[in-house]
Structures are given as structure tokens and as C-alpha cells.
């Protein structure tokens, strides 16, 4: 059995809205299969852009990860 999955989806909402509407999307999308190892963190950052995005995404991505490591 694979180990569980922690992907994250994110995006920035003040250049594109239609980005953060398509991520809102496919998150919904992958979360309607229901896949058992499968965890997915779906969140907008609407004050973000493109370019301040990344330092968030690492804090968060890292939290997530040693959260889990903690929990098992």
C-alpha cells in the first residue's frame, strides 16, 4: 500500500482570478474520488500574486509535512 499522499493546491487570487477559480476546481474535482491514501489540502490566498506566493507555500508545505510525521 502507498504511504498517504499530502498535496497541496494553492493559488494566488489578486493577478488571477481564474486561476484561483480553476485551482478551486481541480481540487473539487480530485477530492470527489475519494482516493483512500489521498489527503488534499485545497486553500486561496487572495492577498498573494504570483511572486510573493512561494515563501507561503514552503511554510505551509513544511508545517503540513512534519505535522503529519507527528501524527504517525
Known amino acids: ?3 498517504p ?3 497541496a493546491l494553492a493559488a494566488e487570487g ?3 482570478a481564474d486561476t ?3 485551482t478551486g ?13 489521498l489527503r488534499l489540502t485545497t486553500r486561496i490566498f487572495p ?3 504570483h511572486f510573493t ?3 507561503i507555500l514552503v511554510a505551509h508545505g513544511l508545517r503540513a509535512v512534519f505535522a ?3 501524527g504517525r
Open 53 to 55: 506566493i512561494l515563501p
Open 68 to 70: 503529519a510525521e507527528r
Open 25 to 37: 476546481r481541480l481540487g473539487a474535482s480530485l477530492a470527489s474520488r475519494r482516493y483512500p491514501s
Open 5 to 7: 499522499a499530502l498535496p
Open 1 to 3: 500500500m502507498l504511504p
Open 47 to 49: 492577498e498573494e500574486t
Open 20 to 22: 484561483a477559480e480553476l
Open 14 to 16: 489578486l493577478r488571477g
